[in-house]
């Protein structure tokens, strides 16, 4: 008997291991500007997207969707040159089939301006800014760093989901090994 209830145990906390092990690697989706047809020339300042994105916090692994006419504009990855310049000519990346997901590899600034003819100069941009896994940690309790404040080099990630999971996993094959 006591050996049933030993496995039942062993059992039960494998599958609370497996379940913890995939909340921590749980990437998220981030609907630019929280809601379809967002991407467009703002209203006012305070309309910017930037707003919306420093009350975000995006972490490595998650992703920015743009939903969008794609006949009518496009979504341009940059470098910070060209966000504050509006130049369009040499972007990183095109986008333009409406449905754009880009999925944020590293930390640091994300630049993306609108690809429509003078629709960055009437302020259709956007900064996207990327914590590693420890600081988004350090920082849990603290504001969203500022797109427009940003103006440091980006924080080399010492870790990501990568590791963690790994770690996790190591962990978890230690644990099972133990209880068998």
Excluded at 6 to 19: D, K, M
Excluded at 149 to 162: H, K, R, T, Y
Aim: hydrophobic share 40%; proline share 4%.
């Amino acid at each position: 008997m006591a050996v049933f209830s030993r496995n039942v145990f062993s059992s039960s906390v494998v599958a609370v291991l497996f379940f913890l092990l995939l909340s921590f690697t749980d990437a998220r989706d981030h609907l630019v500007g929280g809601k379809t047809d967002s991407w467009k020339i703002p209203s006012s300042e305070s309309d910017s997207l930037n707003h919306w994105a420093e009350k975000s916090r995006f972490l490595i692994g998650d992703s920015v969707v743009w939903k969008y006419d794609g006949k009518k504009d496009s979504v341009l990855e940059v470098s910070k040159r060209d966000y504050v310049t509006c130049n369009t000519s040499s972007p990183i990346a095109v986008h333009n089939d409406g449905n754009t997901k880009i999925v944020l590899e590293h930390s640091g600034a994300y630049y993306f301006i609108s690809g429509a003819k003078g629709h960055c100069e009437q302020g259709q941009k956007l900064i996207v800014v990327t914590l590693s896994e420890k600081n988004m940690r350090r920082f849990a309790d603290a504001p969203a760093p500022s797109p427009v404040e940003f103006d440091g080099p980006a924080i080399a990630p010492s870790s990501n989901a990568v590791s963690l999971k790994a770690s996790l996993v190591v962990a978890f094959g230690v644990l099972v090994g133990f209880w068998m």
